[in-house]
Every structure is written in C-alpha cells, then in structure tokens.
C-alpha cells in the first residue's frame, strides 16, 4: 500500500494493523536506510488517515450528543 490514494481507501482498523506492522520492522533495526525511510514515509500516511478517520468519528458523536440535548 503506497499510493494516498490507496491509503484512503484504508479503515481504521486496516491502517492501524498496517501501522503496526510497519512499527514492528522499524524496531527490529534489520531494514536498511532507504526502506527504513520509506516504512517512515507510509507510516506518517496511515497514521494521517487514522487521525482523519477518528476526527470524523469524533464529529458523528457531537452530532448526535447535540441532538439528544436539543430533543
């Protein structure tokens, strides 16, 4: 998963376990530089779409608590 495109196309859940992974084989210290800095790269893509995705979320439920307290 590379492009931004395809990154959008991410949920939560799929960029979070992407993430994760990509945490894993940056630790392990066993990639080399370029790869090092192109996993760093995907990761700064995934964890902006799960920023996006939990500020939509989080704007879904302040809708709804407004409408429960207007009603």
């Known amino acids: 998963m590379s492009s931004k495109t395809e990154t959008d196309q991410l949920s ?27 996993a760093f790269e995907q990761g700064v ?14 704007q879904r439920l302040q809708v709804l608590n407004s409408s429960e307290d207007a009603g």
């Open 45 to 58: 893509k995934l964890s902006r779409r799960c920023e996006s995705l939990l500020d939509k979320a989080e």
């Open 12 to 38: 939560f859940e799929q960029a979070l376990e992407q993430m994760t992974l990509l945490v894993e084989k940056l630790e392990s210290g066993e990639l080399p530089l370029e790869e090092s800095v192109a």
